[in-house]
């Protein structure tokens, strides 16, 4: 049998004496629906559908937006139910193991970066922002390519780093990494946003990377547009919250709780020369690198699955 469905942001009933004795949550409670993990997270950064996208980055790197119609039949992003009634999230393409890249990094780079960060007392991520910072824009010609972890029906897909050269330090690899974060999800963004037949007009950026400054100034330059950091950068459990706030009448729509429940910390206003260079870069160089060694890998693939 299966649960009736009910809107998001309603309340289901109460909890009941035998729930309050299993559990010690009070009786008559009032229990809530919430909604899926990106669509509270989406409510929970204060995403309206004005332009605005949230990126999230997680495991699975996605960008998300947010509206009042369902669409079945798009190229470049899907619908989900939104967190509120009458809302749909709409999730782009995204990057597989997407911060894992960041893990693996660090772990390469190996002691030096703990016992430095330790130091400092700081963490070794934000270290590794800081030495990062010192890197030419562009990372001097090194790009990563995310392939960390292939599609199903694409196996033959690996990660790249393509371009080294003497210069090339930790610091770049790390920059590169943070750099083709940005610039894959930026294909991913425009690519959602101009069949919904909308202009970006700022990013949302949460997860834990959204911590470091480097990166939130990299989304800023290659996007082309001011990235916003908020007070809370896991905005899920937020989001879950928002939605009892809604159930209650405590506030009376999104607009209304995020008001109140949402906060911006920190804003991150475009480079004029980073956003040129990064344009340059990215639609002349970076988008064109998985497809010109898209052969070389199916047929390494090939012979070492033979």
Request: proline content about 3%; charged content about 20%; overall charge negative.
């Amino acid at each position: 049998m299966l649960f009736s469905l009910v809107d998001p942001s309603t309340i289901l009933g109460t909890i009941t004496p035998d729930a309050s004795e299993a559990t010690g949550i009070p009786v008559n409670l009032p229990v809530v629906s919430s909604a899926n993990d990106k669509a509270v997270e989406g409510l929970g950064a204060g995403l309206k559908d004005d332009g605005t996208v949230l990126v999230s980055l997680g495991t699975y790197i996605t960008s998300m937006m947010v509206g009042d119609k369902y669409k079945s039949d798009t190229h470049y992003y899907w619908t989900n139910p939104g967190a509120t009634k009458g809302e749909f999230l709409y999730e782009s393409n995204g990057i597989r193991r997407g911060m894992s890249t960041v893990s693996w990094i660090k772990d390469l780079l190996g002691s030096d970066i703990l016992i430095k960060a330790k130091e400092q007392d700081i963490t070794p991520e934000a270290y590794l922002n800081e030495i990062a910072k010192s890197v030419n824009v562009g990372s001097d010609g090194l790009y990563t390519i995310l392939h960390w972890l292939a599609q199903p029906h694409q196996p033959h897909q690996r990660g790249i780093m393509i371009g080294f050269n003497g210069v090339h330090k930790g610091p770049h690899m790390f920059r590169s990494i943070l750099e083709g974060i940005a610039m894959t999800m930026k294909s991913n963004v425009l690519s959602m946003c101009e069949e919904r037949g909308i202009t970006l007009k700022q990013i949302i950026v949460s997860g834990g990377g959204s911590k470091g400054d480097l990166f939130m100034q990299i989304f800023a330059d290659v996007l082309g547009v001011r990235a916003v950091r908020n007070a809370v950068s896991g905005s899920a459990s937020i989001g879950s919250a928002m939605c009892v706030s809604i159930a209650l009448s405590i506030y009376k729509d999104r607009d209304e709780a995020i008001a109140h429940m949402v906060h911006t910390k920190d804003i991150f206003t475009p480079i004029n020369e980073n956003v040129a260079l990064y344009k340059e870069l990215e639609e002349n160089v970076y988008r064109h690198i998985a497809h010109s060694v898209e052969g070389l890998l199916k047929e390494s693939h090939n012979i070492l699955n033979k």
